[in-house]
């Protein structure tokens, strides 16, 4: 047995690297494709999980990461930039520092979770808060990209979904075949985008029989997409997602068409729910943005949408460590106890 390499090494043959190149990575991809027992059972489906929180930096974008930092590095570039709502802050900071860059990131300021700001901090990234929404901080990033020697590595750049792709190359390959659906929360809208160019590459290619219907879900108060209009003031619990007016949304539209699929919302309440589902019965603790996609199942299932017996995947995001304060709040304190075996045994509900 060997070590997972990474998705460059694993997938070489179907992403845009040459046969020389200098290879970043932190071994990102080859994570976990949970079958989840308590989602099948409440929609008569055979329900996965496919948990992205166990990528390196503890979200998806490692998968794109890796390919941009790649890039950049080959391409020369000294120091890279993004605009976040947390995670591609955190992925890019690491690799950065793999590759020995400087890495600058823009935030929202007070709207990214803490573990996240920790983790760009710890890379040492030179983090600036942008008085404004994550819309505002791409439109500055792209624009310093633009006039400075800096290398843009938000989904905006192509290479990040020919990394992110390799998610659906894995699911086929531990399926032996495409999903009926593939659920995705929808946030800039790179990852359905990315999901969608996976599977049609492997079905085109005869080594999956066919592609998904793409069902991906926005948080209601940021959901640009379903409204059809841009959003001046998005807002959700879902800090991950809180986007107005996604880059890859024509992307999006069209992974949904050609699909057969469609892009709903959920609210945070429902968000939530899932989120303390996914924990509580399925074992799998997930940041809220992440949790989206199962709200959305859930949704989809109550509205009669979800035809029995059918294979269906749920991409859950980011790790739940990266926004602990919703696992705590609203959860009962933990009680204190003696060193007395009676006295934590009657606590415990054992005598
Ligand atoms: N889930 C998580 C945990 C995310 O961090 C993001 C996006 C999404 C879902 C949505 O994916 O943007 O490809 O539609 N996070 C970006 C960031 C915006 O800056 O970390 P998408």
């Given amino acids: 047995s060997r070590q997972w390499r990474g ?8 992403l845009p690297v040459g046969a020389s190149t200098e290879v970043v990575t932190l071994r990102e991809g080859g994570t976990p494709l949970v079958p989840a027992q308590v989602l099948s059972e409440r929609t008569g489906c055979e329900v996965h999980l496919k948990v992205e929180g166990a990528n390196p930096t503890g ?49 929202p300021q007070g709207k990214i979770a803490l573990g996240k700001m920790g983790q760009a901090l710890v890379h040492g990234a030179k983090i600036l808060q942008v008085d404004g929404n994550f819309d ?4 500055l990033a792209r624009g310093l990209s633009e006039k400075y020697p800096v290398a843009l590595v938000n989904s905006v750049n192509p290479v990040r979904i020919e990394g992110q792709k390799t998610a659906a190359f894995e ?3 531990m399926l032996d075949d495409a999903p009926d659906i593939h659920v995705l929360p929808v946030g800039n809208a790179g ?9 049609q590459e492997y079905a085109a290619d005869g080594i999956a029989s066919r592609t998904p219907r793409m069902w991906g879900f926005q948080a209601s108060g940021s959901a640009p997409i379903v409204r059809g209009e841009v959003v001046k003031d998005p807002h959700t619990i879902a800090t991950a997602i809180r986007i107005g007016n996604p880059a890859s949304w024509q ?31 399925e074992g799998v603790f ?54 007395d075996a009676d006295a934590a045994a009657e606590r415990l509900g054992l005598a």
Avoid: H
Avoid at 84 to 90: F, I, K, Q, V, Y
Avoid at 261 to 281: H, K, M, P
Avoid at 298 to 324: F, H, M, S, W, Y
């Fill in 59 to 107: 979200s998806f974008k490692d998968r794109g990461m890796t390919m941009a930092i790649t890039r950049a590095k080959e391409e020369g570039a000294k120091a890279v930039i993004c605009a976040s709502t947390g995670n591609t802050s955190a992925s890019a900071a690491a690799y950065a520092v793999r590759a020995g860059m400087v890495c600058a990131v823009l935030v």
């Fill in 191 to 199: 990852n359905i985008t990315a999901y969608w160019k996976g599977y």
């Fill in 286 to 339: 997930v940041e809220p943005a992440s949790a989206a996609s199962v709200a959305g199942l859930l949704k989809a299932a109550d509205e009669g949408k979800v035809d029995p017996g059918q294979r269906i995947v749920c991409t859950v995001t980011g790790n739940g460590l990266k926004d602990p304060d919703w696992a705590v709040a609203g959860a009962p304190q933990p009680v204190t106890v003696p060193v």
């Fill in 7 to 14: 998705i460059i090494e694993e997938y070489r043959d179907r």
């Fill in 171 to 173: 699911i086929v390959d």
């Fill in 136 to 139: 505002d901080c791409l439109t």
């Fill in 251 to 281: 992307f999006a539209e069209r992974a949904r068409d050609e699909s057969g699929g469609f892009i709903d919302e959920v609210t945070d309440r429902q968000i939530l729910a899932a989120y303390r589902l996914l924990a509580s019965q």
